[in-house]
């Protein structure tokens, strides 16, 4: 994204420490190190402010409080601001998901995303499979008013949340 927005500045976020210290090494490798910086915190906890675009990149489903990270995303981001949500497709049904791409999302969600979630405070585990309804409840309950699917992949959804 730092590439390809040469004039925009980046805040990278996970609270995962030696995935951020890759991720400034790659950062500075990629000679974007001067307009990209990364902080290790919840996403319920980070301090900047103002954002134009507020981007999850698979990883909403992993946390135990989506709604308090959703809540404070919304703290973040300017007026007009976007959120961006990118998940693993799936449909709002189980039966929706009984395809080849959904049997191996759920088999990772039962394995490292839903244990992932249920290990942090609150425990809400939306799992890998979660759907573009359940997902917009959170939004919801997080304080957005817009959200909408903005596009979708074979393996991804991407969505759309505006306040
Ligand atoms: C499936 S990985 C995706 C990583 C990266 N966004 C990507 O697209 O490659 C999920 C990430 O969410 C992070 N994570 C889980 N819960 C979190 C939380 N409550 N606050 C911040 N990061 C969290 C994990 O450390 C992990 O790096």
Do not use: W
Request: aromatic share 10%; charged share 25%.
């Amino acid at each position: 994204m730092a590439k390809a927005y040469p004039n925009s500045r980046f805040v990278g976020v996970d609270f995962h420490a030696p995935s951020v210290d890759t991720a400034r090494k790659r950062a500075a490798d990629a000679g974007v190190g001067d307009r990209v910086s990364f902080t290790t915190a919840a996403a319920q906890a980070y301090t900047e402010r103002d954002f134009d675009l507020i981007c999850f990149f698979d990883c909403l489903h992993d946390m135990g409080d989506p709604v308090g990270a959703i809540r404070h995303a919304r703290q973040a981001l300017k007026d007009d601001g976007t959120v961006l949500l990118v998940e693993p497709f799936a449909g709002n049904n189980l039966a929706d998901n009984s395809t080849p791409v959904g049997r191996l999302y759920y088999a990772a969600s039962t394995m490292v995303c839903t244990p992932n979630s249920l290990s942090q405070e609150v425990g809400l585990a939306l799992g890998a499979q979660a759907g573009e309804a359940r997902l917009g409840r959170v939004f919801a309950e997080g304080g957005f008013t817009r959200f909408r699917r903005a596009t979708e992949t074979p393996f991804n959804l991407i969505l759309e949340a505006r306040k």
